[in-house]
């Protein structure tokens, strides 16, 4: 296993359209997190799974981005109608709550996906 | 309201000296801090991390100091290298299970 995986790396769609990344963890990890990225900024939270199960959202994920993680194992994001403010790097990251504690707290991150809204 | 803060947005080492970044936060209920390196087109990549019980931790050049009644942490590079170059952000955890981020210290080591 090599980590966190997201597809695609990049991505350039015009105001209106919809896209869907994926992200595949660090197998066997049991929870699952997407952080969004701007310029100059660190990453901010949007959601996280634990296993199939979605259990937080942040108020910056409105009712155009849902998350799904249907078998706890890959997961994917889809932005409907994207609009120019949703330009940023999307990072997926992955922990886990089996094995050692001292790995709880680490989350794992992948290499992202930039999304440019044309 | 940023509840992490990375006041120096880049900081500027000589090769071989020691290399302090910062970080200030603002909730008492953090407990546990973490730093992650970044490098351009690469996602974050994790450094080294500290609860909230303890005031240090070092992994070999790498040494984090919490100070919870300043609500402060630093890392420390000794000896800083040229590959160190990278965006460092400190992160912090709450009792829920997303981590809060600073904005980032952009750490440059000449040779």
């Known amino acids: 296993d090599t980590g966190v995986s997201q597809n695609p790396r990049h991505k350039i769609t015009k105001r209106g359209q919809n896209v869907t990344f994926r992200c595949d963890p660090i197998?066997?990890?049991?929870?699952l997190y997407w952080y969004r990225q701007t310029l100059g900024q660190g990453p901010e939270f949007l959601t996280y799974?634990?296993?199939?199960?979605?259990?937080?959202k942040s108020r910056l994920l409105s009712d155009r981005f849902s998350a799904e993680r249907p078998k706890g194992s890959f997961s994917t994001l889809e932005i409907q109608r994207t609009e120019q403010g949703d330009s940023a790097m999307y990072l997926c990251?992955?922990?886990?709550?089996?094995?050692?504690?001292?790995?709880?707290?680490?989350?794992?991150f992948g290499p992202g996906t930039r999304l440019t809204v044309l | 309201d940023q509840q992490v803060k990375q006041n120096s947005p880049s900081l500027s080492v000589q090769e071989g000296r020691i290399s302090i970044l910062n970080c200030d936060y603002t909730?008492?209920?953090?407990?546990?801090f973490l730093w992650y390196k970044k490098y351009p087109a690469e996602g974050p990549t994790f450094l080294i991390s500290?609860?909230?019980?303890?005031d240090k931790n070092e992994d070999g050049r790498f040494t984090v100091f919490l100070n919870k009644s300043a609500r402060h942490l630093s890392l420390h590079i000794v000896p800083s290298q040229p590959g160190d170059s990278a965006v460092y952000f400190c992160a912090a955890r709450d009792a829920g299970n997303m981590l809060t981020f600073g904005g980032g210290t952009r750490l440059m080591v000449k040779p």
């Open positions: 500290i609860s909230s019980i303890k």
């Open positions: 909730n008492s209920m953090f407990d546990y």
């Open positions: 990251a992955s922990s886990s709550t089996v094995g050692r504690p001292s790995d709880y707290n680490e989350q794992f």
């Open positions: 197998s066997e990890h049991n929870r």
């Open positions: 799974f634990q296993n199939e199960a979605q259990l937080e």
